[in-house]
C-alpha cells in the first residue's frame, strides 16, 4: 500500500503516513508539530537521519515533503522529552509514543491500514472486508516474494572466486598489504565499468531481505557477490586482476 493515510487525534491534530517499500513513514513536520517543537522544520533536520523528499498531495497540489521513518519518529520523541523543561511537554512526548507506537503502527503492520472502532454493524461489516481483502493481498505479495527468492538466491563460482583470492592474497602478502590490494582492485573495476560497487551490494542486501534470506546470509554478501551476479562485472574485474598479478610480478 502507498497511498498517503492521514491519522487524526483529538490532541495530537493530524499526522499523514505513506509506506515507501512497504516501511511506514510519516510526514516529519507533522510529527514535530505534534511534539510541540517551536519550529518542526528545523527539528526534523536536526534530528532526523533517515529523512527523504516525497511527493504528497496536499490542497495546493503535489508537493515535495521530508518523510521519516520510524526511527527518525522515536528520535523527535526522546529529543522532545529529553531537552524540554516542561513536565507538560514531556508528558506529551509520551502520550505521542503510547498513540503511534501502541495504537497506529501495530494496527498498520496488522491488517495494511489504521481502522477506527467501527460505530455501527454497517461500519463493522465494511472493515471486516476491507481487512480481508488486505489479507488476500498480503498473502499474494507473499507468495509473490517466494517465487522470486530464486532470483535472489547467489549461485557462487567457487573456482573463480578461488583464484581471485588466490591471486589478490599473494599480491598482498608481497606488499605487506591485503586490505589494500583488494581495495585498489574494486576501484579499478568501477573506473573501469563506471559502476558504485557500494550501491549495488545495498540493492543486493535488500533484494535478499525481501526475498526471505536469513540476516546472517545477507550480512555476508560482500563486492565480489556483487560482481560475480554480473557477467560484464565478472569479465571486467577478471582482466583487473589478471593485469594487478602481472603488474605486482614484474
Known amino acids: 500500500m502507498n497511498n498517503l493515510q492521514i491519522f487524526e487525534n483529538d490532541q495530537f491534530g493530524k499526522v499523514r503516513m505513506i509506506k515507501i517499500n512497504n516501511k ?3 510526514v516529519g513536520n507533522d510529527v514535530a508539530a505534534a511534539l510541540g517543537y517551536s519550529s518542526p522544520t528545523h527539528a ?4 532526523c537521519k533517515g529523512c527523504m523528499t516525497h511527493s504528497l498531495p496536499t490542497s495546493g497540489g ?9 526511527g527518525d519518529i522515536y528520535r523527535l520523541i526522546i529529543k522532545a522529552a529529553d531537552q524540554s523543561q516542561n513536565e507538560e511537554i514531556k508528558e506529551r512526548a509520551e502520550r505521542f509514543e503510547k498513540w503511534i507506537f501502541d495504537e497506529v503502527l501495530p494496527e498498520i503492520r496488522k491488517t495494511g491500514q489504521y481502522i477506527d472502532k467501527p460505530n455501527s454493524v454497517e461500519d463493522l461489516i465494511i472493515l471486516q472486508a476491507e481487512s480481508v481483502k488486505e489479507l488476500k493481498q ?22 573463480w572466486r578461488n583464484w581471485v583470492n588466490q ?11 591485503y586490505r589494500e590490494v583488494r ?10 565499468a563506471r559502476c558504485r560497487l557500494n550501491v549495488r551490494l545495498n540493492n543486493l542486501k535488500e533484494r535478499l531481505e525481501q526475498a526471505g534470506a536469513k540476516k546472517s546470509k545477507v550480512n555476508k554478501v560482500s563486492k565480489l557477490d556483487v560482481i560475480e551476479e554480473d ?3 565478472k569479465e571486467i574485474y577478471t582482466s583487473v586482476v589478471e593485469k594487478l598479478v602481472i603488474k605486482y610480478s614484474a
Open 167 to 177: 591471486q589478490l592474497n599473494t599480491i598482498g602478502f608481497r606488499n605487506k598489504n
Open 24 to 26: 511506514p513513514y510519516t
Open 231 to 233: 557477467t560484464r562485472l
Open 183 to 192: 581495495k585498489q582492485s574494486y576501484d579499478i573495476l568501477e573506473n573501469r
Open 138 to 159: 498480503k498473502v499474494d505479495y507473499q507468495e509473490k516474494q517466494i517465487n522470486s527468492i530464486k532470483d535472489a538466491v547467489i549461485h557462487t563460482d567457487q573456482d
Open 62 to 70: 503535489i508537493q515535495e515533503m521530508k518523510v521519516v521513518p520510524e
Open 44 to 47: 526534523v533536520k536536526r534530528h
